[in-house]
């Protein structure tokens, strides 16, 4: 079981990114979903979650405002998740990872996540 973290690469500041995450091995459609980052000699951090359903979603006040976090739940699709990553910031810089929660709710916590992908590398240049 894996999930694939794609779409980081290098961007100016003010620039977008979008992450997608896909899964591999088997469907995420009823799990909550979140995005964290590591910044380079920091700690893995929250980012955003998604509900089951897509119908709810959660951010960090970081980047509230600015990245966005959706997915595709419909059915015959590899149930992708997104996080559209827009005035991208130098603190944004880090190694962006998805995951996938065996809670109800939708949780901010590492501890809360079963499931990660191995990351993709955001760099922002001022």
């Known amino acids: 079981v894996q999930l694939q973290a794609s779409g980081g690469g290098l961007v100016q500041a003010g620039g977008s990114l979008r992450l997608s995450c896909t899964p591999s091995g088997r469907t995420f459609s009823r799990n909550v979903m979140g995005w964290f980052r590591q910044p380079p000699g920091k700690e893995r951090e929250f980012v955003a979650a998604i509900s089951r359903s897509g119908g709810s979603t959660y951010y960090a006040d970081s980047v509230k405002g600015r990245f966005t976090i959706s997915r595709d739940n419909a059915k015959n699709t590899v149930n992708t998740v997104y996080l559209q990553m827009n005035s991208l910031k130098p603190e944004d810089t880090a190694v962006h990872y998805c995951?996938?929660?065996?809670?109800?709710?939708?949780?901010?916590?590492?501890?809360?996540?079963?499931?990660w992908g191995q990351g993709t590398l955001v760099t922002v240049s001022s």
């Open positions: 995951a996938a929660s065996g809670y109800t709710a939708m949780v901010d916590t590492l501890s809360g996540y079963d499931y």
